[in-house]
């Protein structure tokens, strides 16, 4: 990896930090105006490893990776392990409070929209409770 991912890495969790923390409150509006600059920040992470992939296979197109770089790249040593597993971790747990904030919201929206149920007419039974419609007993009656 090239220096100039590991700027691009913690500007991305930064960014996912501060989202995650506004999800967590319900703070929309908060979580919202993060998602332009998620974006950018996403994208230019993507840009840098790009960058230092094409690099990387200029500077040596014919070898073939040697083992002894792949281990080095698999030991818990691997300086840029610690930020890929954050920013994985964020990343995850991003994933999950948009779901649950999409769950919320359409919920709300259900409530907001939906038409209220027709009320039920008043009427007393006998018992002090209400009575079924169908159920209705005669006020008067009449012997005539």
């Known amino acids: 990896m090239s220096a100039s991912i590991i700027p691009a890495m913690q500007r991305l969790i930064a960014i996912l930090e501060a989202e995650n923390s506004a999800l967590e409150e319900a703070r929309i509006p908060d979580a919202l105006a993060l998602l332009p600059e998620k974006q950018d920040a996403a994208r230019t992470l993507e840009q840098e490893v790009s960058a230092a992939n094409d690099r990387r296979e200029n500077l040596c197109p014919c070898c073939p990776e040697d083992d002894e770089a792949v281990a080095r790249e698999d030991s818990p040593a691997f300086p840029y392990r ?49 009575a079924p419609v169908t159920d209705r007993p005669a006020l008067f009656v009449s012997k005539v």
Request: glycine share 10%; aromatic share 4%; charged share 20%.
């Open 82 to 130: 610690d930020l890929l597993e954050q920013m994985t971790e964020l990343g995850n747990r991003n994933g999950e409070l948009l779901q649950r904030a999409i769950t919320a919201q359409k919920r709300v929206i259900e409530l907001l929209t939906s038409t209220p149920m027709t009320a039920q007419p008043q009427n007393y039974g006998n018992q002090g409770g209400y």
